[in-house]
């Protein structure tokens, strides 16, 4: 039985990046942070999150990624198994997620990460758009 708090689909909200000592960083898929993701009641997914500004500086890199599979939700933890991505690497593996709902946001802590240069802790805060 999937957990109906997850049901449904939300639209990304904010993102905050922080380094191991706690310093916040520049936000995770930039300033205008755009997303959705579908969770549906018969354990499937679908995400898509990227950088929004029509334009980026000359040199950056727009900030992208796409995925969809079969997930778990034990009210806690997410874990999707990745069967389609923007990043061949994932395929074929697991992503794992805390959640945790406060103030009508899912917040999703994905595990510490490269980004940017930097070993960061993210935070992706979404808002239900429909059930």
Same mark, same amino acid.
């Given at each position: #039985?999937? %957990? !109906?708090?997850?049901?449904?689909?939300?639209?990304?909200?904010?993102?905050?990046?922080?380094? %191991?000592?706690?310093? *916040?960083?520049?936000?995770?898929?930039? !300033?205008?942070? #755009?997303? $959705?993701?579908?969770?549906?009641?018969?354990?499937?997914? #679908?995400?898509?999150?990227?950088?929004?500004?029509?334009? $980026?500086?000359?040199?950056?890199?727009?900030?992208?990624?796409?995925? =969809?599979?079969?997930?778990?939700?034990?009210? =806690?933890?997410?874990?999707?198994?990745?069967?389609?991505?923007?990043? =061949?690497?994932? *395929?074929?593996? %697991?992503? *794992?997620?805390?959640?945790?709902?406060?103030?009508? $946001?899912?917040? $999703?802590? !994905?595990?510490?990460?490269?980004?940017?240069? *930097? #070993?960061?802790?993210?935070?992706? =805060?979404?808002?239900?758009?429909?059930?």
């Amino acid at each position: #039985m999937i %957990d !109906p708090r997850i049901v449904g689909t939300w639209r990304l909200k904010s993102t905050i990046g922080r380094d %191991d000592a706690g310093t *916040v960083l520049a936000p995770p898929y930039g !300033p205008v942070a #755009m997303g $959705l993701v579908v969770f549906q009641a018969d354990g499937r997914i #679908m995400a898509v999150l990227c950088d929004g500004r029509p334009a $980026l500086p000359s040199g950056e890199p727009r900030q992208f990624i796409s995925y =969809a599979g079969n997930y778990t939700f034990d009210g =806690a933890t997410l874990s999707t198994r990745v069967d389609a991505s923007s990043d =061949a690497g994932r *395929v074929g593996g %697991d992503q *794992v997620r805390h959640v945790r709902f406060e103030g009508g $946001l899912m917040v $999703l802590d !994905p595990p510490r990460r490269l980004y940017a240069g *930097v #070993m960061q802790h993210q935070e992706l =805060a979404w808002e239900r758009v429909s059930a």
